[in-house]
């Protein structure tokens, strides 16, 4: 009888794990970042992204320059669960100058309103190193 009530137990867990657990992302792709700045809208929050300054000579102390193929900003919409640790991930990025890992879904389409097709991406994770 304990050994049904435990293959039962895992069951349960295996599968809250897996509705829990997000899809991957066929065109996720990572960015490393350094916020220059951080903004809210009605309808997304961003992180705009540069480099530490290394002899640019912006006032930021920053070089707005990105990687190629990197783009500068990365939202999420305002409803998003991730909206509040997005914006509090960046404010802690720009004010200790601690670079961000940001996973984005490289996939134009998926962007959130308001984040252009050009320079934009969809947050889909943040870690602050």
Same mark, same amino acid.
């Given at each position: 009888m304990k050994s049904i009530g435990l293959g039962f137990s $895992?069951?349960?867990?295996?599968? %809250?794990?897996?509705?829990?657990?997000?899809?991957?992302? &066929?065109g996720e792709a990572v960015a490393s970042c350094y916020a220059i700045d951080v903004a809210t809208f009605g309808d997304r929050v961003h992180i705009h992204c540069g480099i530490p300054n290394t002899g640019c000579g912006?006032?930021?102390?920053?070089?707005?320059? #990105?990687?190629?193929?990197?783009?500068?900003?990365?939202?999420?919409?305002?409803?998003?669960?991730? &909206?509040?640790? $997005?914006?509090?991930?960046? %404010?802690?990025?720009? /004010? /200790? #100058?601690?670079?961000?890992?940001?996973?984005?879904?490289? /996939?134009?389409?998926?962007n959130p309103a308001g984040c252009l097709q050009q320079d934009c991406r969809r947050i889909v994770g943040v870690v602050v190193r």
């Amino acid at each position: 009888m304990k050994s049904i009530g435990l293959g039962f137990s $895992v069951l349960c867990c295996a599968l %809250i794990m897996l509705a829990w657990s997000q899809p991957a992302h &066929a065109g996720e792709a990572v960015a490393s970042c350094y916020a220059i700045d951080v903004a809210t809208f009605g309808d997304r929050v961003h992180i705009h992204c540069g480099i530490p300054n290394t002899g640019c000579g912006t006032a930021t102390g920053y070089c707005v320059a #990105k990687a190629p193929g990197e783009p500068p900003y990365f939202a999420v919409e305002t409803s998003s669960p991730m &909206a509040a640790s $997005v914006v509090q991930s960046g %404010i802690s990025s720009l /004010n /200790n #100058k601690r670079a961000l890992e940001i996973h984005y879904d490289d /996939n134009p389409d998926e962007n959130p309103a308001g984040c252009l097709q050009q320079d934009c991406r969809r947050i889909v994770g943040v870690v602050v190193r």
